[in-house]
């Protein structure tokens, strides 16, 4: 399941939207869309829906979605499983005098344990996230 983000459309979005209008705007003939600007695109669709991403840039969603599976066919997959995209954790705000431990196990064994001695978990969620993928 694909997490879609609230904060549609996020700055990454926008900055493919842009590649896609500048290119619209300076092509001298009709043509094919460059692949660059599919991967971009098709990269989006990670966080967010292809009709989302489609619609943003103006693109076909099912010429969108027949894309990102000639690309997915053409990448060689690390492992079968896909990678996180959500993680639910429980309110930190009920640590014990201010200290609080996360233990993490992933499918091939591997763990680790995080112990907060505050309340500061800013870079928790980029932590968690290098951990599971």
Known sequence: MKTVSLD???PAALEVQARFEHWRNTRTKRGKIPEELWSAAAELTNFHSINQIARLMRLNASDL?????SISRSVVKMNDESPVSFIELPKISNCNAGSCEIDLKRSDGSEMQIRLSSKNTADLPALIQAFVN
């Open 8 to 10: 549609f459309p996020t």
């Open 65 to 69: 979605s027949k894309k990102i599976s």
